[in-house]
């Protein structure tokens, strides 16, 4: 059996999250989508969800949790780490997989599940047009991500 967790609530969570993100309004609202769904006390709208998994090492502390709608939740399961990261500040799915792919690109994310898969894309791209095509293809990228990218960058190293 495993030890009994006790995880702080979700007002606390929000408190400490407050002043600190900015798409926030009270602790009903997803912090990666903004979604403040009507309140249902029988039905807690959001969840409290941990950043980096207990199984990977997180813990239970305010600054391992934040608050996601059931399907934001759902999502987040699936990343970790750096991916996690960029996922939560994303405002869409594309420029979350590009600026993943830029990451990867850089050498900055060598440890992802989908090192094979990009290199994979990569590769097909580069044999497919050409290897100079594929750097225009990369800048362009890095231009329309800049602003999401430089957030990433500056989160990072606060």
């Known amino acids: 059996m495993g030890r009994k967790r006790k995880m702080p609530s979700r007002e606390k969570i929000f408190k400490h999250w407050e002043n600190k993100l900015n798409n926030i309004t009270n602790n009903n609202t997803c912090f ?24 990977e090492g997180g813990t239970d502390d305010l600054n391992n949790l934040h608050l996601l709608c059931k ?63 594929y750097e225009c293809q990369m800048l362009d990228y890095s231009i329309q991500n800049k602003l999401h990218l430089d957030n990433y960058y500056k989160n990072k190293y606060i």
């Open 71 to 133: 399907s934001c939740h759902r999502e987040s399961e699936a990343y970790s780490g750096v991916e996690y990261d960029l996922w939560f500040t994303s405002r869409n799915k594309e420029e979350f997989a590009t600026s993943l792919f830029l990451l990867w690109e850089k050498g900055e994310i060598e440890d992802t599940p989908l090192n094979k898969y990009f290199k994979k894309i990569k590769s097909n791209f580069i044999n497919k047009y050409s290897k100079q095509f």
């Open 32 to 55: 990666k989508c903004g979604v403040t769904p009507f309140f249902n006390k029988k039905n807690i709208i959001v969840d409290r969800a941990h950043i980096l998994a207990v199984c």
